[in-house]
């Protein structure tokens, strides 16, 4: 059995290792996991909302070109009966964040009459300023969509990094895990050499009329036992693999964990740690200022749309094309000056009321999940100081008990060596001994997951574990 188990142990050891460290595997998991990708990509729509919005902004060239053969009946004003014509139309539009537009329009007419009226040529300009002083007043509306759109950005982005601090978490207490077994799993085979050292002495004592057959059994036993324990391990350890890979979206059992992160000193306490930096408070913070800004945005429409324009134009109808062109152009005698206004009402207006009071409900419900995320904020950070002392005691109780435990299996051996005492005293030791560094090794790993946690709750853990540890 010993035979077969060394065999496993060496094709294990022999496997393909990549010996991962936490941070690689890190930036996998920011390359790979699906969650993150898809947060990612609504990171990405909603600047490109952002983004389209601003573009309604942009200097807007129009261009429009028809062609007309008509034989309606003329009204007495008109000067011919019948025509065929030409009409081009040049619009050069420029919108501004404050609510007025300004715009260009340069007609080409080219009339071809059906009667004995010779053909002739129209141009005209026009430049037109619109403000609106309903809605849009000062551009009001505008910047309640852009704030709306951008505090939306900022939402998602903290989403984001809600995301990747959750999948860290998860992740960095696999990893953590795993170089505890990795750890245990040393410790295990040390303890396994201890045992088969034991029974090939235990056998020659026997073989000599030392001992009682009995002591073999149960050295035999104990071995069986170390070799059961490490085979559990491994299996976890094949398990927990596969979860890590499910993290990273990548194949993981070539992974090697690495146990010396779990040796350094994690008793110190938590320097610069703040509350408010927790992302999700942040979220939620952010997400009130969203629908805040949604409400009043959505109360603006219920504004009247009122429009100013004034315009000045100038025109000229010529028979030859050119003289047309410089006698339409704006500042010949031709003129005209238009002003005007546009109002427009819905009445009731139940929609804009229905939408508003869907933004209300929901700002309510997050007002309330608010201040409870906050006592439980609160509430979490009175403990985790109390509970970081705790586990630092805790290791440091462990350590001295592995001490003690590692010195009573040494004199329990030299005692059994002389006869003195039983072989199960020895075995008590030994499993005495092998569930002390256990201890050890769940204090430091419980430590560590306290950090992850706490380092998670002030918003700090991918900068903690990317910059400031290295496990």
């Excluded at 609504?42 to 007309?68: G, K």
Aim: charge should be positive.
């Amino acid at each position: 059995m010993t035979k077969i188990l060394c065999i496993l142990a060496i094709l294990f050891l022999s496997l393909p290792s990549s010996n991962a460290s936490l941070r690689s595997l890190i930036q996998k998991t920011y390359d790979n996991n699906s969650a993150l990708m898809d947060a990612r990509d609504e990171v990405t729509i909603s600047q490109a909302d952002t983004r389209i919005l601003n573009a309604s902004l942009d200097l807007n060239l129009q261009f429009e070109s028809s062609y007309t053969d008509s034989n309606f009946e003329r009204d007495p004003f008109s000067l011919v009966s019948a025509n065929q014509a030409w009409v081009n139309e040049l619009t050069l539009a420029k919108p501004f964040s404050w609510g007025g537009e300004l715009s260009l329009v340069s007609t080409h007419q080219h009339l071809k009459p059906k009667s004995s009226i010779s053909q002739s040529y129209l141009f005209q300009q026009r430049l037109t300023y619109t403000q609106d002083f309903g809605r849009n007043i000062f551009g009001r509306t505008f910047n309640l969509e852009e704030k709306t759109l951008r505090a939306n950005e900022q939402v998602l982005s903290l989403t984001l990094n809600s995301s990747e601090i959750s999948q860290l978490i998860t992740l960095s207490k696999l990893y953590v895990e795993g170089s505890s077994l990795q750890l245990l799993l040393e410790l295990e085979r040390a303890a396994l050499l201890r045992v088969d050292k034991r029974l090939k002495y235990v056998r020659k004592q026997v073989r000599d009329g030392l001992r009682e057959k009995v002591d073999e059994l149960r050295a035999r036993e104990s071995l069986l036992a170390r070799e059961t324990a490490i085979r559990d391990i491994e299996n976890r350890m094949w398990s927990l693999k596969e979860e890590l890979g499910v993290v990273i979206a990548d194949q993981a059992l070539d992974v090697k964990f690495n146990p010396k992160g779990l040796k350094q000193d994690w008793t110190k306490s938590w320097k610069g740690w703040h509350l408010k930096e927790n992302v999700d408070r942040q979220l939620l913070i952010k997400r009130l200022d969203a629908l805040s800004l949604q409400a009043k945005a959505r109360s603006q429409k219920d504004v009247p749309d009122i429009k100013l324009f004034a315009s000045y134009g100038n025109n000229d109808w010529e028979l030859n094309r050119a003289d047309a062109i410089s006698g339409g152009i704006l500042g010949t005698k031709n003129d005209e000056i238009a002003l005007g206004v546009q109002i427009n009402f819905a009445l009731g207006n139940e929609e804009q009321k229905a939408e508003l009071a869907k933004v209300n409900a929901r700002k309510k419900t997050l007002e309330r999940y608010s201040s409870q995320w906050n006592k439980i904020l609160l509430g979490t950070a009175a403990t985790l100081g109390e509970r970081h002392k705790n586990l630092a005691l805790n290791l440091k109780t462990a350590q001295e008990r592995e001490s003690l435990a590692r010195q009573a299996l040494d004199a329990y051996s030299k005692l059994y060596a002389k006869g003195r005492v039983d072989l199960d005293q020895v075995i008590t030791a030994e499993e005495q001994l092998i569930s002390d560094q256990k201890l050890v090794v769940s204090s430091r790993q419980s430590l560590v997951n306290l950090t992850i946690e706490a380092q998670a709750l002030a918003g700090r853990l991918p900068n903690f574990l990317l910059k400031e540890v290295d496990l």
